[in-house]
Nanobody
Framework: QVQLVESGGGLVQAGGSLRLSCAAS????????MGWFRQAPGKEREAVGA????????YYADSVKGRFTISRDNAKNTVYLQMNSLKPEDTAVYSC?????????????????WGQGTQVTVSS
């Protein structure tokens, strides 16, 4: 079992920044990747990006490329999502997820464990 706990959400003005954290605990030693997803009201959950746990390779959705950065601290079993130049359309509940096998990073079914999510609201 793996437990994921997100933190760092909140209210920010457009153009501002936030950093989300996702701390993993439990059976993390064989984790393959961690991803970030978001879900806005009335919309489907969408992939934001992911990072491979061993080599740190990152992947991003086109909508956030150049604005968001994913990083990880293996010693702390924590992944971060640095969000800059935030836009109102980035408003959503952001969730992290852990994958234990190699699959397409943008697919929800690739992930085995999910956090509860943290709200990010960007005001215009």
């Amino acid at each position: 079992q793996v437990q994921l706990v997100e933190s760092g959400g909140g209210l920010v003005q457009a153009g501002g920044s936030l950093r989300l954290s996702c701390a993993a605990s439990g059976r993390t030693f064989s984790m393959y990747a961690m991803g970030w997803f978001r879900q806005a009201p009335g919309k489907e959950r969408e992939a934001v990006g992911a990072i491979s746990w061993s080599i740190g390779r990152t992947y991003y959705a086109d909508s956030v490329k150049g604005r968001f950065t994913i990083s990880r601290d293996n010693a702390k079993n924590t992944v971060y999502l640095q969000m800059n130049s935030l836009k109102p359309e980035d408003t959503a509940v952001y969730s992290c997820a852990a994958a234990f096998s190699s699959s397409w990073w943008g697919e929800r079914t690739s992930y085995d464990y999910w956090g509860q999510g943290t709200q990010v609201t960007v005001s215009s």
